[in-house]
């Protein structure tokens, strides 16, 4: 649950900081498209990574939880 909140935290700030930029150049006046477009792009940007280092855990290390199993 810690860590779910830590995301969504962190989408939401970062949909925040996407936002801001695109407010100082002028692109596009802030909508609520932009807000799900941005948040979405990030989610699966997060969502990526994550699974990206899950599979690095999981298949190119070699045993990762075998500190674990000497304790």
């Given at each position: 649950?810690?860590?779910?909140i830590g995301v969504i935290s962190a989408v939401i700030i970062l949909t925040g900081a996407t936002l801001t930029v ?50």
């Open positions: 649950m810690k860590f779910f695109l407010a100082l150049w002028d692109i596009q006046p802030i909508s609520w498209s932009i807000i799900w477009r941005s948040g979405a792009t990030i989610a699966i940007v997060c969502i990526t990574a994550l699974v990206m280092w899950l599979v690095r855990v999981l298949f190119f290390k070699k045993d990762p939880f075998r500190s674990r199993k000497e304790n």
